[in-house]
């Protein structure tokens, strides 16, 4: 009679087993879909950002380091060489929301550059952001004077070179100039607390990058470059600029307090670096660049 019983009860169990094994199996299908959809909403929080090689990769980590550009923010990916990112974007443009592609172009002409590269890149049926480093992105190393002398072999020779340097865009064979200064292939940290407003004052195609990044993750970018430039290369320019088109008692500036300067005053406010002169000397450059982008959009 026990036996009987048994018999019966584990039969009158088999069933509950059974129903009890699928649900588990279903709680873990359903986990890992739950766990797919999570990694997948992280990665659309993401972007990608591809780069040619494993330098590049080097120094935009330091840049994003200076410009406080959370790094946690992007997914980066070396692709070898620009012949494998048609094939990288094909395959992550469904995962993430934003891919961006970071190449060399030796075309002295940011807008033309970019062109140029997409159509090197060949991938316009997928949407994508495209950013060129002119010539190369070794000439962003040069891009803050100081800190590429600080960081060099601090020979008697290359100070020399350094000091007859074009600026960062116009550098015939910055890989090659790179090697010579800072050691061959030692680039990893020569960007570390670089002056990254003088940098973006020096290279459009430097500041170009950092200002587009940090829009496409809707960030305020950490670079004043207008102040920077208006202080180091921009001086003497501006100064000459209010002195040649406007007459020297004309009144060009009213501070807050009320106090009238005529141009002839802004031109020595300028040459001497005082804080109107820097403020005259930006909100020129702000009004002159948005006048040619507007005619550039007509």
Not at 52 to 74: Q, W
Not at 230 to 247: C, H, N
């Amino acid at each position: 009679m026990f036996r009987e019983n048994k018999t019966v009860l584990t039969n009158d169990i088999c069933p509950l087993n059974a129903a009890l094994k699928a649900l588990l199996v279903r709680r873990e299908i359903l986990k890992k879909y739950q766990s797919k959809i999570i990694n997948k909403r992280t990665l659309e929080d993401k972007i990608l950002l591809i780069v040619e090689g494993h330098t590049d990769l080097d120094i935009v980590k330091n840049i994003f380091n200076e410009a406080l550009i959370p790094s946690e923010r992007i997914n980066f990916m070396v692709a070898n060489g620009m012949l494998q990112i048609p094939e990288i974007i094909k395959l992550n443009r469904n995962v993430y929301s934003e891919i961006v592609v970071l190449v060399d172009l030796d075309i002295n002409n940011n807008y033309e550059s970019e062109h140029v590269a997409r159509l090197e890149i060949n991938s316009e049926e997928y949407k994508y952001h495209v950013f060129t480093a002119v010539p190369s992105i070794e000439s962003w190393l040069f891009s803050d004077i100081d800190n590429a002398y600080l960081k060099s072999k601090g020979t008697e020779r290359t100070k020399e070179i350094l000091s007859r340097l074009p600026m960062p865009d116009d550098i015939p064979y910055p890989r090659q100039l790179a090697n010579n200064v800072f050691g061959k292939n030692n680039f990893r940290n020569v960007l570390n607390g670089f002056n990254i407003h003088a940098a973006a004052s020096r290279s459009p195609s430097f500041r170009k990058f950092v200002l587009g990044i940090s829009d496409i993750l809707c960030l305020e970018a950490n670079v004043k470059w207008e102040d920077e430039y208006v202080r180091t290369a921009g001086r003497d320019v501006f100064a000459k600029l209010v002195d040649e088109v406007i007459p020297p008692e004309s009144i060009v500036y009213k501070t807050l307090d009320g106090e009238k300067i005529t141009a002839k005053a802004m031109s020595n406010h300028i040459m001497n670096g005082t804080k109107v002169g820097m403020e005259y000397s930006v909100d020129v450059l702000r009004i002159a660049r948005d006048m040619l982008a507007r005619k550039a959009n007509r």
